[in-house]
C-alpha cells in the first residue's frame, strides 16, 4: 500500500498544520482505506486565517482590476498544468469516475472568466440627480469572504468560489468539505505560488470545528456556502450576530417531468443516467430524484429506464469500463441505504434495491449502491420530499399537466426540473408554472455558465457570480 500522504492548511502564504497537530482521516470510497491525512483544525486556525486574510485586503483590493485579472489568470494556468494530479485527487476522495471525462483541466476557464469581468465588477454608474446635482456609484468589495464547500464535487466548487471572490477585490479564507480535503489542499499549496500571500487562505476540518467559528467571526463579512439546507440554517443562525450577509446554493428534489409527447429515447436517457443515475451516484445537487411520467407512457418508460440503469457497470472509478462510483462515506452510504428500505416498506420497488460488498466483489470495502427506482402515487412519502443524495428516484405518475406542474411544486425545494415533451407551448407553461430556479426542455443537468444557477426555497439564494462579491455605493455631489 502507498504511503498515506499528509497535507496542510494555508495561512498567510504559509503551509502549516493545524495549531493542535490533530489530524483527520481521508477515506477512499472505492476502499474504505484510509489514504491521506488532512488538519483538524479549530477556532485558533480560523483566527489566524482571517486574520491574514483581512491583512492582506488592502494591498489585494487597491490594485488595479487588470493587475487582479493577471493573477487570476496565472490561477487558472494551474488546471491546465496539473490537471492530471488535480483529477486524480478528486477520483481518490470522491470515487466519481467521470472525472477522467470532466477533469480539472478545464476549471482554469473559471478564473479566466473572472479575469474578464474583474473591471465590470468595480464599475460603478453615474446619475444627474438634477441639473446641479451629480449622483454616481462605485463597486466595492466587500472584505474578507468565508467559503464553505461541499463534498461532491469538491476542486470544482472551490474553483467556482475563489475565482468570483477575488476577482472582486476580496480576499478569502476557504473551508473545504471534511471527507474530500486533499484535491484541494494541493490547490491551495498551488495557489500559494501564484497569488500573494493571505489572498486565499484554506482552513481544514469538521463543520461545527471551523466553519461554524469562521461564519461568526466578526471580520467576515460575506459568505458563499454550497451545501444542505440544515447547515445554510446553521449557518445563517451563526452569522446573525454580525449581520454578514451570505450567497447560499443549496440541495433539490428535483422534479423530471414526461409528456406522453416526448422523444422517449431522448427522455429515458434524460431521467436517468443524465439525471440522477449518474457516474457519482446520485450526488448531485440537481438530481432529477422525482420523475414524473405521463400515465400513458408509464409502462413503456419504465422498461426503457431499467434497460438503461442495468447497463450501469459500479466499479472501481478508476476501471475504464466504470459507469458508476461509489457513495462517498459510510455516513452517507448509511443514510441511502435508510431511504432505500423506507422505499421498500412504503411503495413499490420497480427496480434495484441492492447494496453493499456483493455489488463488487473485488473492493468489498467500498460504499456501493445499486440504482434505485420506486413508484408511488403519493409524493408526500418522505422519499419524495427528503433529497436522498443517491442513485435513489421515485416515479409518480399523472394524467394531466396541470397536475405535473402541481406535484412538481409540492416540495419544499426548487434548484432544478426538466421536462420532456415536443409540443412547444407546454414548453414555455411548464418554464412559467414550475418554481425552480432552472428548468430544462428536452435536456438535464445542462449547466450553462452564461446564466444563472440560483435555487429559490429551502434550494438556496444568490450564486457564485462576480457582481454577487462586490457592492454599490452612492456618492452625491452638489455642483450648483
Ligand atoms: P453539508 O451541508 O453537510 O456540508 C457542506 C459544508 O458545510 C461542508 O464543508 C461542511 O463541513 C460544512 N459545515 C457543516 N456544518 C457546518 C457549520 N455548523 N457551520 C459552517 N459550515 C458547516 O453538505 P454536503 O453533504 O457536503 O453536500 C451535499 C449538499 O450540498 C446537498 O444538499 C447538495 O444538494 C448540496 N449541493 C448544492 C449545490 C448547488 O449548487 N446548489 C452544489 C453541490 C452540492
Known amino acids: 500500500?502507498?504511503?498515506?500522504?499528509?497535507?496542510?492548511?494555508?495561512?498567510?502564504?504559509?503551509?502549516?498544520?493545524?495549531?493542535?497537530?490533530?489530524?483527520?482521516?481521508?477515506?477512499?470510497?472505492?476502499?474504505?482505506?484510509?489514504?491521506?491525512?488532512?488538519?483538524?483544525?479549530?477556532?485558533?486556525?480560523?483566527?489566524?486565517?482571517?486574520?491574514?486574510?483581512?491583512?492582506?485586503?488592502p494591498?489585494?483590493?487597491?490594485?488595479?482590476?487588470?493587475?487582479?485579472?493577471?493573477?487570476?489568470?496565472?490561477?487558472?494556468?494551474?488546471?491546465?498544468?496539473?490537471?492530471?494530479?488535480?483529477?486524480?485527487?478528486?477520483?481518490l476522495s470522491i470515487g466519481c469516475h467521470a472525472l477522467k471525462n470532466n477533469t480539472a483541466h478545464g476549471l482554469g476557464f473559471l478564473f479566466d472568466r473572472a479575469a474578464?469581468?474583474?473591471?465590470?465588477?468595480?464599475?460603478?454608474?453615474?446619475?444627474?440627480?438634477?441639473?446641479?446635482?451629480?449622483?454616481?456609484?462605485?463597486?466595492?468589495?466587500?472584505?474578507?469572504?468565508?467559503?464553505?464547500v461541499p463534498f461532491n464535487a469538491p476542486i470544482a466548487m472551490a474553483a467556482s468560489k475563489i475565482s468570483v471572490v477575488i476577482a472582486g477585490g476580496n480576499t478569502l479564507v476557504l473551508k473545504p468539505p471534511e471527507q474530500a480535503t486533499p484535491g484541494i489542499l494541493r490547490l491551495a499549496e498551488l495557489l500559494k505560488d501564484v497569488l500573494p500571500p493571505g489572498v486565499v487562505n484554506f482552513v481544514s476540518g469538521l463543520g461545527a470545528d471551523v466553519g461554524d467559528p469562521l461564519t461568526r467571526h466578526p471580520d467576515?463579512?460575506?459568505?458563499?456556502?454550497?451545501?444542505?439546507?440544515?447547515?445554510?440554517?446553521?449557518?445563517?443562525?451563526?452569522?446573525?450576530?454580525?449581520?454578514?450577509?451570505?450567497?447560499?446554493?443549496?440541495?433539490?428534489?428535483?422534479?423530471?417531468i414526461v409528456f406522453a409527447d416526448a422523444n422517449l429515447d431522448k427522455a429515458a436517457e434524460g431521467v436517468t443516467i443524465r439525471s440522477i443515475f449518474t457516474a457519482n451516484a446520485g450526488q448531485a445537487c440537481v438530481g432529477g430524484s422525482r420523475i414524473l411520467i405521463q400515465r400513458p407512457i408509464l409502462n413503456e418508460m419504465l422498461t426503457r429506464m431499467e434497460t438503461i440503469a442495468k447497463k450501469h457497470k459500479i466499479g472501481d472509478p478508476f476501471d475504464g469500463a466504470t459507469t458508476m462510483g461509489p457513495?462517498?462515506?459510510?455516513?452517507q452510504y448509511d443514510k441511502i441505504v435508510g431511504y432505500i428500505e423506507m422505499g421498500k416498506k412504503e411503495?413499490?420497488?420497480?427496480?434495484?434495491?441492492?447494496?453493499?460488498?456483493?455489488?463488487?466483489?473485488?473492493?468489498?470495502?467500498?460504499?456501493?449502491?445499486e440504482p434505485t427506482l420506486f413508484m408511488t402515487e403519493d409524493n408526500s412519502l418522505r422519499i419524495c420530499q427528503e433529497e436522498i443524495f443517491g442513485p435513489v428516484a421515485a416515479v409518480i405518475p399523472f394524467d394531466t399537466e396541470e397536475q405535473a406542474i402541481a406535484i412538481s411544486n409540492d416540495s419544499r425545494f426548487g434548484l432544478a426540473a426538466g421536462v420532456w415533451t415536443n409540443d412547444a407551448a407546454r414548453m414555455h407553461r411548464c418554464i412559467r408554472g414550475i418554481n425552480a430556479g432552472t428548468v430544462w426542455i428536452n435536456t438535464y443537468l445542462h449547466i450553462g455558465?452564461?446564466?444563472?444557477?440560483?435555487?429559490?426555497?429551502?434550494?438556496?439564494?444568490?450564486?457564485?457570480d462576480i457582481m454577487e462579491f462586490t457592492r454599490e455605493k452612492a456618492a452625491v455631489i452638489a455642483t450648483g
Do not use: C
Open 347 to 369: 411503495t413499490k420497488l420497480v427496480f434495484g434495491g441492492n447494496y453493499g460488498p456483493e455489488l463488487v466483489p473485488s473492493l468489498p470495502g467500498g460504499f456501493w449502491v
Open 449 to 464: 455558465y452564461e446564466l444563472p444557477f440560483i435555487g429559490i426555497k429551502d434550494s438556496g439564494y444568490g450564486y457564485d
Open 327 to 331: 457513495v462517498i462515506s459510510k455516513v
Open 59 to 91: 494591498a489585494w483590493s487597491g490594485l488595479p482590476a487588470a493587475v487582479r485579472a493577471h493573477y487570476l489568470r496565472k490561477a487558472g494556468e494551474l488546471f491546465a498544468n496539473y490537471g492530471d494530479e488535480l483529477t486524480r485527487l478528486e477520483m
Open 116 to 148: 474578464g469581468q474583474t473591471l465590470e465588477a468595480v464599475t460603478g454608474r453615474a446619475v444627474q440627480l438634477d441639473p446641479t446635482t451629480l449622483g454616481y456609484t462605485t463597486r466595492e468589495p466587500y472584505g474578507v469572504v468565508a467559503a464553505i
Open 220 to 256: 467576515v463579512r460575506r459568505i458563499t456556502m454550497t451545501g444542505s439546507a440544515g447547515t445554510a440554517r446553521l449557518i445563517q443562525r451563526a452569522a446573525a450576530d454580525n449581520l454578514t450577509s451570505s450567497v447560499f446554493e443549496l440541495g433539490g428534489k428535483s422534479p423530471n
Open 1 to 57: 500500500m502507498s504511503a498515506i500522504v499528509e497535507y496542510r492548511n494555508l495561512i498567510g502564504g504559509e503551509l502549516r498544520p493545524a495549531a493542535s497537530r490533530r489530524l483527520l482521516d481521508s477515506f477512499n470510497p472505492a476502499t474504505g482505506q484510509v489514504w491521506a491525512k488532512v488538519p483538524a483544525s479549530d477556532k485558533s486556525d480560523v483566527a489566524d486565517a482571517v486574520a491574514a486574510a483581512k491583512r492582506a485586503f
